[in-house]
């Protein structure tokens, strides 16, 4: 019985582990062939010895509890919601480099376990090491090593199909969802506005009436994910539990071309409260990762683009804080061509180019954060700045999250104003290094102007961010940074 299909070129360590166990376990069932039986068979009838028959009852109860072990493994991929493989890597005997091992479990390296029992021998582990991933397989668990092969082996596939790895959060970054009780009266007209979910393809928002919950996908989605899956292998990365997870997914790839089993939610993590790509199966240095929160990253920053968030409900405002109306109440929605998702995409091309095209070294050797820290340094490469009344004076300024955010796009920060300052950062246009900016007619500009520049990787036209006159009420940008 063969679990995966034929496409080479969709194909990634994680879809193909189903297939993986199959040869594997096939590998330990060569023993099981008529001819081999019938050898056994004429063996024991022959054998007077007492410890040969012994000895051989043992490769049977062995055998045979490595043929139980085929079967109950089949069976939970076979229960997974979905295809659970989408082909085999071309190297196939590099899959399987097990399959000269003995049959005896003394001699099994155990790649990996499958319920607590190795996936290649059968044998009961005491001691588990390795990490889940459940997400592919129920109760699926891999050594060190075997992830460290399949990590490589699926580097070398990818990069010669010109692809990298794409991580993607859901809420906010993809999508906003809310519970049906949770709209307000201005929302109500969204209920008779939901699109049929018999095709979800042509439609944006959505009415899950058996999770009493509404979801509103970021415009330009649909595009998005289409062109990106072009240049990267993609994953769902979610704070969420499973099932929402896996609703999402339907909603957003309902041919499962995009993502197929590669839904990871909270319950696949292997930290509290915490994302982490030791339950990805792609190497870090060819690892880009979409989402709203910098702090679900604290390992992973560097391969981190931080999104703007998506609020669409009103629930979602006030989520964060926020004493504003949602776009919903609005009736209103980012722009498709010129929204988060349509400026992101320009940039992973950007990035993608760099690293298949434009770098000398070998491909190999190459490394996606790095492109990613030269690509975000060219944002307000030229730029000087220098902060008004927007830092805690108890603090010191080079710690603070715009000073860091502005030298990460490329622009030099200073707390003294000279000839060489080119922007004056405040939230109040009467502090005296405001007043020097307009009298020598430097760019005076909001926080805003370095915020938008981040999500949106391109500098602001500076009099679209105005300073107000008098302080104004905590920023709405400023309040959602700071909740990152």
């Known amino acids: 019985m063969s679990l995966a299909t034929d496409s080479p070129v969709n194909s990634s360590s994680s879809d193909d582990l ?5 040869a594997e376990l096939d590998s330990n069932s060569l ?31 062995d055998l045979e509890r490595i043929k139980r072990r085929k079967t109950q493994i089949v069976e939970t991929i076979q229960e997974r919601p979905g295809p659970t493989s989408l082909g085999n890597l071309e190297e196939k005997t590099d899959m399987l480099y097990c399959a000269e091992v003995s049959l005896g479990t003394d001699n099994c390296p155990h790649p990996g376990s499958l319920g607590g029992m190795c996936y290649r021998c059968g044998k009961r582990l005491e001691e588990e090491s390795g990490v889940t991933f459940s997400y592919i397989c129920k109760g699926l668990r891999l050594g060190n090593d075997e992830i460290d092969r399949l990590r490589n082996t699926d580097m070398k596939h990818l990069l010669r199909h010109r692809k990298l790895y794409l991580i993607l959060d859901l809420d906010h970054t993809l999508l906003n969802s809310t519970l049906l009780l949770h709209l307000t009266p201005e929302e109500d007209y969204l209920k008779s506005q939901a699109d049929s979910l018999q095709d979800v393809s042509k439609g944006s928002l959505f009415m899950l009436a058996f999770m009493n919950m509404m979801t509103k996908l970021r415009p330009f989605v649909h595009t998005f994910l289409k062109e990106a899956s072009e240049m990267f292998e993609m994953y769902i990365y979610t704070m969420g539990d499973r099932p929402y997870a896996l609703e999402m997914a339907k909603l957003l790839d309902p041919s499962r071309e995009y993502f197929n089993a590669r839904v990871i939610s909270r319950d696949d993590g292997t930290q ?56 919903s109440q609005l009736r209103s929605d980012e722009s498709e061509l ?15 180019n760099i690293f298949f095209d434009e770098l000398a070294n070998d491909l190999a050797g190459r490394d996606v ?116």
């Open 369 to 484: 954060r790095q492109v990613l820290k030269m690509v975000r340094g060219e944002v307000l490469k030229g730029c000087k700045l220098v902060f008004s009344h927007v830092f805690p004076t108890k603090f010191p300024a080079d710690t603070h999250y715009l000073w860091k955010m502005a030298e990460q796009l490329g622009a030099t920060c200073s707390i003294e104003l000279d000839p060489s300052v080119t922007h004056v950062v405040s939230t109040d246009a009467r502090t005296e290094k405001s007043r020097w900016a307009a009298k020598e007619a430097k760019f005076l500009v909001d926080p805003r102007w370095i915020e938008t520049a981040n999500f949106l990787w391109q500098r602001q036209p500076e009099e679209n961010f105005p300073v107000q006159q008098t302080k104004p009420e905590e920023n709405f940008h400023a309040k959602q940074m700071k909740d990152q």
């Open 18 to 22: 189903a297939a993986f166990l199959d």
């Open 31 to 61: 023993g099981s062939s008529p001819e081999k039986e019938a050898e056994d068979k004429d063996e024991d009838e022959e054998s007077i010895d007492e410890e040969a028959e012994n000895e051989e009852a043992r490769d049977d109860k």
């Open 338 to 352: 010129e929204g988060a998702l349509a400026s992101v995409l320009k940039v992973l091309k950007r990035i993608h």
């Open 272 to 327: 509290r409260h915490q994302k982490g790509l030791d339950v990805v199966l792609g190497q870090e240095s060819a690892v880009l990762i979409l989402d709203d929160t910098e702090n679900a990253w604290t390992k992973h920053r560097d391969n981190l683009i931080l999104m703007e968030r998506y609020h669409f409900f009103a629930s979602s405002c006030r989520q964060f804080g926020y004493h504003c109306q949602s776009l």
